[in-house]
């Protein structure tokens, strides 16, 4: 009988109803023949009101399922699908009121359909979560009431759902295209070995002129009774990491995404993109400790490992320690690697206090530092200067870009390789940076 009454609700229509008879009532003091006509509405309406009861609770009704994908991709469009059966031999009305996890914000959502007799209706939303971790989502209420719409049924479905929200994985798959190696094999073409590279043994051939001669193999030479030599590749797994700067500079907000997360969505394509080129593929993070650090591998299981890694960083409000980090690389990476740091700094003495540590990475490794452009102070300069107040606010953010520039050449001119980018441009600009390393040659 609880249940009963817990899922009973009344609609606006009898409140109406109501109001209106008890004025007719009112006024029946006056003209007598008015209170027959109000008893007679009012056994009309306990009359429809039973009916109406009767036909809603007399079997289940209506079926509903929310289904949800596995886990949701991070500042992108993940659909949801609600699907609902009528189990009623007549039309209903329904109205769906589907609790969203508390972290989207959002209180009213209504969805209003009619459902044809024994029929089916499925209908889709989309919802954008901006934090990685869990989301939970409460009850599916579903309302559903007859044409006369008197009583509404209220019958509740997939209580307390929940779904990780990963780094964007769907970001991750559009950028695929960009580890699509193009280039063909020309006849006459050999490789060579370019400066940084390491080198893989391939294969025995015959020699041609304009082979090494410091590559002859004396022993097949004297097998064959032909000059023989060995021809070498570059290899093709090196070691490249993804340094995350987890700091309290990476804490800024953009678009409602903060700079980690931009951060990390990159470092998810760019990891996909450097194993599909047979590279070995790592990961670091950092603030004031070291927080993980995934040793450099190629195996395709190596993404997975990614994913729950980046799944799991935090920032807080501690400035990071570069310090440490070198102490770090230079303990657990011990060949030649390509380093992407992704970090930020909003004063040229930022930069100038980490820079000794970034010049002795430098030294060793091919270091790659990723910061991100102002895109609010780049629009406030665009803006019309119509007032004093707001020139002298562009003056100050010219300022501000300028240093941006500045501390890019700065890196640039004691040897690092450097990305200044807006954050919705990252991972294109650095998967393109790497691209352009592995065509140059440059590790």
Known sequence: MIKFFKSLYFTQRVFVALFSIAIIFLFSYWFEFLYFTAWIFTVLLLVFLLLDIITLFKNQGITAERILPEKFSNSDKNPIVLKLQNN?????????IDELPVQFQKRDFLKKFQIPAKGKHTFEYIVRPLHRGEYIFG????????????????????????????????????????????????????????????MEFEQIKEYVSGDDVRTINWKATAKQGNLMVNQFQDEKA????????????????????????????????????ALKKKDKVGLVSFSNKIEYILAANSKLSQLNR????????KTGFRDSNYSLLY???????????????????????????????LKALAKKHVLVVIFFENTEVQKLIDAEA??????????IAEQFSYDKNRMAKELQRNGIQTVLT?????????INKYLEIKARGIL
Do not use: W
């Open 88 to 96: 009623y031999k007549f039309n209903v009305f329904c109205e769906v």
């Open 139 to 198: 009850k599916l209420n579903i309302y559903v009431s007859t044409h006369l719409k008197l009583v509404k049924k209220r019958q509740v479905f997939d209580e307390d759902q929940v779904v990780k929200v990963y780094p964007s994985f769907i970001q991750m798959k559009k950028l695929d295209f960009l580890a699509i190696d193009n280039k063909i094999s020309q006849p006459g073409i050999k490789k060579i070995r370019r400066i940084g590279h390491t």
């Open 238 to 273: 090196q070691p490249v990491y993804s340094i995350i700067d987890a700091g309290r500079v990476m804490k800024m907000p953009f678009k409602g995404l903060s700079l980690l997360d931009y951060a990390i969505n990159s470092s998810l394509a760019f990891s996909n993109v």
């Open 306 to 313: 990614i994913l729950e890694t980046l799944y799991k960083i």
């Open 327 to 357: 102490a770090n690389i230079n303990k657990h990476i011990n060949h030649r690697s390509l380093l992407l740091l992704y970090t930020n700094f909003e004063h040229i003495s930022g930069l100038k206090r980490q820079l000794p540590y």
């Open 386 to 395: 119509d007032s004093v107040p707001v020139s002298a606010h562009q003056t």
């Open 422 to 430: 807006k954050p919705e441009d990252l991972s294109v600009n650095t």
